[in-house]
């Protein structure tokens, strides 16, 4: 069964039982495999099978349940390479759902002040032995009324899809608490209103809560649209993200130049860019030398020289010279594209914590009525006169107070706030789940070239005639990717050295390759691919081992069975992986590093950096080996890598960590993509996920905390003690204060810096 992954906006949440809600109506679709909803992020993840269910089809059993399904505009298929759901990045068109959003926070706006104005005037209302100079009108049960039912059934509106709910599917959420115990209170101070001998008769006195009723509904409302405000600096990070993009490129048509809007270039048009413009899309450098200023996708603050060759990433500030380059990813397939698409993504996913809190909401709502119902009860039955007033007030307040928006928010929230300001730093995180496991780390390994060295070796050796050992090794390497291999060629090109075209070429994984040349068998490798092809020593091993005593890579070339030569090749360490190594083993972590070279170069690199743990000479079935040797030992382990070679591992690791200068492969099968290349950033993730997880758990902790602390004080449980109620209007108050201080706590995080402890409020 063909299954395809889409991404869309919800609309009409507000605690954890909706999201559960709205899962449950998708999974009962027939094809849909999996619905994960994501209460922060306002968006729903749906796995389904297109063969047998329509977006329409989903958007109805959302819309049965009382929420609103955005099927308009979703996402692409969340793929590698999809295109991005923002019409920003280089689609003309605007985000709908945005639009939608903006209209409905200025609806909710508008409620809120409406209601703020009539409850005011209620409440001056209610209570006219304070405000005795005051109409006496205002005081009359009637005139309530009219002020009180623009509040409960407008300004509350959106309350009642809770009780459609309740009678449709037999399901209870948020809106069904606030629903339900406002009702009563309104229904109550109805029935003293047009029939107060009902309560007269009996020997009570027909009491008003039109105050209560209304207050409610506007401090319920108004907690809502605060919190979506403070929700809304929560996605700052996606905003600035497609706030980038270049609007319009100077491409360069027959020597001369015309602009265009940026969503008409395509792959191979030539671009200016002068000093102080950004780069339009993602290319490579064809004439011109200039510093680049790549801080804000990549979080390096130093600008990064580039010249002839070099590729460049779109967005990025050219600061000095004037470049033209050669478009090579335009539209969905930029850097910055990618990058919005992988923080939308996270944003949208789970944590693996957030499943207490899914679990717990799902059956919430049920003990919540459960307790309301017993209050009732225990009230009406047992409590001073008037019982039935006491019982009405404390069920409200418990059906008020229980409220469990905090609770789905308290990870949701941590995550979008923590992925966007991992965006800033350039650590790309794939999803929440590696959000989470990369603080559970207890050991991390590297590669070497590309992740602890630069990657860009050069030749600075050769033994054995250079002109032809360097002829035939780069003839052999002329059409491979790896560094080492581009290094010869460059040499060899540095020397103007004709070369020819190898027949027959293979790629041995690890090892070096093999090809025809001029008609002859030759192998550029390293000592293991000449002993498993039969090519005899004869004391090479003695000669390269003072280049490799340097740290300098030595390769091997072989024609026609015998050697007649070898290449040494340095490659220099990055000047920040010795910080990186040092910070990693400050915080508990086994440092492990593998490489394919010689145990005499893996020495040297580690000895450098201060890795004392290293694997040489091993292929990349062996890195996974170590993989799974280290995790058999109880390690939950992390590996950096930036090849296709260490893709493998990368997958097999509990986290993979992509260096983003590397290959398209790599960063596929890592879950964290580090944009700068620099192992500080692979050190700045891992304290990123514990500051973020350490966040949510307080969110969550205060979550659990409020309700389990206020549901009992609300049932009355504190009144034979010391006489304590807690009025339905404080219970209101609490409620709101409860969700939004959660999202502060969250905010806190965009303050947070790699190295030391989120700030205090």
Request: aromatic share 6%; glycine share 10%; with cysteine.
């Amino acid at each position: 069964m063909a299954s395809t992954t889409r991404t869309y906006p919800v609309r009409g949440m507000h605690c954890a039982s909706c999201v559960r809600t709205i899962e449950t109506a998708l999974g009962k679709v027939p094809g849909v495999t999996k619905a994960s909803v994501n209460l922060a992020a306002e968006k729903a993840q749906v796995t389904f099978d297109a063969a047998h269910t329509s977006p329409a089809q989903l958007a109805k059993a959302t819309e049965d349940v009382g929420y609103h399904l955005d099927v308009t505009e979703p996402s692409a298929p969340d793929t590698p390479h999809a295109a991005p759901s923002h019409p920003a990045m280089g689609e003309p068109g605007h985000d709908h759902a945005a639009m939608l959003r903006e209209m409905e926070g200025k609806d909710m706006q508008r409620k809120v002040w409406t209601g703020i104005v009539l409850s005011a005037v209620i409440v001056l209302g209610s209570y006219p032995q304070f405000f005795p100079f005051l109409p006496a009108a205002l005081a009359d049960g009637y005139v309530l009324l009219l002020l009180t039912l623009p509040v409960q059934f407008w300004v509350g509106s959106s309350f009642y899809a809770g009780l459609k709910l309740l009678v449709k599917h037999r399901q209870a959420d948020m809106n069904t608490l606030v629903a339900v115990g406002t009702l009563a209170a309104f229904g109550y101070s109805l029935a003293a209103t047009v029939a107060p001998q009902w309560f007269t008769s009996g020997g009570l006195k027909a009491e008003l809560y039109y105050d209560t009723s209304a207050v409610i509904v506007t401090l319920v409302l108004l907690g809502r649209y605060l919190e979506a405000k403070a929700r809304k600096k929560a996605n700052e990070a996606i905003r600035k993200l497609l706030g980038l993009q270049v609007k319009i490129a100077h491409r360069v048509v027959d020597g001369r130049e015309e602009d265009v809007p940026i969503d008409a270039v395509r792959v191979g048009d030539l671009l200016r860019v002068r000093p102080g413009e950004k780069i339009p899309v993602d290319g490579i450098v064809t004439e011109g030398a200039s510093s680049l200023d790549e801080s804000l996708v990549t979080g390096e603050s130093l600008p990064v020289d580039k010249a002839v060759g070099d590729r460049v990433i779109g967005t990025t500030v050219n600061q000095t010279g004037t470049l033209v380059l050669k478009a090579d990813k335009v539209g969905a397939d930029t850097v910055l594209s990618q990058i919005v698409r992988m923080v939308e993504q996270a944003q949208a996913s789970k944590a693996p914590i957030q499943r207490l809190a899914d679990a717990v909401s799902a059956i919430f709502v049920p003990i919540v009525f459960g307790i309301a119902a017993l209050t009732f009860l225990v009230w009406f039955f047992f409590g001073p006169q008037p019982a039935l007033t006491f019982a009405l007030l404390n069920t409200v307040g418990v059906l008020i107070i229980a409220c469990p928006c905090a609770m789905g928010l308290a990870t949701p929230i941590a995550v979008i706030v923590g992925t966007g300001k991992g965006a800033q730093m350039g650590v790309l995180i794939k999803d929440a789940a590696a959000l989470e496991g990369a603080r559970k780390l207890t050991a991390v390994a590297f590669d070497k070239t590309g992740t602890i060295t630069t990657g860009k070796p050069v030749v600075t050796d050769v033994i054995g005639q250079r002109a032809e050992v360097l002829r035939i090794a780069g003839s052999a390497e002329r059409h491979s990717e790896h560094p080492l291999a581009r290094a010869i060629v460059v040499a060899a090109e540095a020397d103007k050295i004709a070369l020819a075209e190898p027949a027959d070429f293979a790629a041995v994984t690890g090892a070096g390759v093999r090809a025809t040349i001029d008609g002859a068998s030759v192998l550029v490798g390293t000592r293991k691919l000449m002993r498993d092809n039969g090519v005899r020593d004869a004391g090479w091993d003695e000669k390269l081992a003072a280049f490799e005593a340097q740290g300098k890579t030595s390769i091997l070339v072989a024609r026609g069975g015998e050697v007649i030569g070898a290449v040494a090749i340095a490659d220099t360490v990055k000047e920040t992986s010795r910080e990186a190594v040092a910070r990693l083993k400050a915080m508990g972590l086994r440092v492990i590093m593998l490489t394919g070279d010689h145990e005499r170069v893996a020495a040297h690199i580690a000895g450098q950096v201060g890795i004392t743990e290293f694997r040489a000479q091993v292929l990349p079935e062996d890195k996974v080996g170590v993989i799974k040797e280290l995790q058999a030992q109880g390690l939950r382990v992390g590996m950096a890598g930036d090849g296709i070679n260490d893709a493998p591992a990368l997958a097999q690791a509990d986290v993979g960590f992509a260096m983003g200068t590397g290959t398209d492969v790599a960063m596929d099968a890592g879950d964290v993509t580090l944009m700068r290349g620099d192992l500080r950033a692979l050190a700045d993730a891992i304290d990123l996920s514990r500051a973020t997880i350490r966040n949510a758990k307080q969110n969550l902790l205060w979550a659990f905390g409020y309700n389990v602390v206020l549901i009992p004080i609300a049932a009355g449980v504190l009144y034979p003690v010391n006489g304590m109620l807690l009025n339905p209007i404080l219970a209101g108050a609490a409620m709101a204060f409860s969700s939004l201080s959660v999202v502060l706590n969250a905010l806190r995080l965009k303050r947070w810096h790699p190295g030391r402890r989120q700030p205090r409020s």
